[in-house]
Every structure is written in C-alpha cells, then in structure tokens.
C-alpha cells in the first residue's frame, strides 16, 4: 500500500473549506468570536496568509496520522514490517480477500468522527479548562474538529 499524498492534501483542505462555513458569523463565527475573546481588529491585525499557511499544514500532519485510524489495512502491512515483498503467503492472501475491505467515505467518517469525540474534543476541553474559556467555546471549536475528522477520514478512506 503506498501513501496516497494527493488525498491526503485534498483532506487538509477540506478543514479550510468546512472552517469558512464553520466560522461565518452566520453559522458560528459570532459565537466563536464572543467566547474566545477574538475581535474584528484582531483578525486583521495578522498575517492570513500564513495562518491559513500553517493552517494547513497542520492539518496535513493530522490527516498523516487520520490514514492510519481509517485505513485498517494499514495495519496488516505494520503486521509484517511495512514491506510487502518479504510477507508469508498468508499475507498476500489476506490482502487479496480484504484488501478493499471497509474503503469507503461511511467507514472513513466513522472513524473520524470517534477520533474527533474521543481525541480532539478532550483536548480542546482540556485546554479550554485551563484558559478558562466556556462550554461554548468547546463545543464550537471542538464540533468543528470532528466534522472536520469525519470529513477528512471519509476523503482519505475512500480515495483508493
């Protein structure tokens, strides 16, 4: 199995796409906006360039990770050592019979959507706890990861 860099770019940039609609003050930008303290001057006092730059970045290093929860076959091939060339028979018999097995968008958003309840809004939370930011705010912010999960988990599962 070889990584698959073109999906897993075209995920990070669905976390750009979902945070326009995200954060439009129509939908929870304001929201956003009042419980993280963030104000108009604020936001264009900095470089978006580079926040959208690193922005994404960050999220090509999460959907990195993302392929390895949502593709299980991944982890068939770890079985082995990562190379396919030196793997037992019944290696290459199990890929022949499960090899595309549970690719699909459904599974992919699956488990993107328990790695973005499970992992990403503890973390969110936990942070949020300390900078005493409110209930709100971790919801806002951590809704926002897990549909991004489910999103990027469902590109990078079903893009074979």
Not at 16 to 30: E, K, Q, S
Request: charged share 10%; hydrophobic share 50%; aromatic share 16%.
């Amino acid at each position: 199995m070889e990584m698959n860099f073109l999906a897993l770019l075209v995920a990070a940039l669905s976390t750009l796409v979902v945070g326009f609609i995200w954060y439009n003050p129509n939908v929870f930008g304001t929201i956003w906006m009042k419980e993280s303290g963030m104000t108009e001057e604020k936001m264009k006092g900095g470089n978006m360039l580079l926040t959208f730059g690193i922005s994404f970045l960050y999220a090509f290093f999460i959907s990195f990770v993302l392929q390895f929860l949502t593709i299980h076959q991944t982890g068939a091939l770890g079985m082995i050592g990562g190379d396919p060339s030196i793997a037992k028979p019944s290696y290459i018999t199990f890929m022949a019979d499960y090899g595309l097995s549970f690719r699909t968008f459904k599974h992919g958003a699956l488990h993107g959507f328990m790695t973005g309840l499970f992992l990403a809004l503890p973390i969110i939370g936990t942070n949020a706890l300390y900078e005493k930011r409110s209930f709100k705010y971790t919801l806002v912010t951590g809704g926002f990861w897990i549909v991004c999960f489910m999103i990027m988990g469902g590109i990078i599962c079903a893009w074979k």
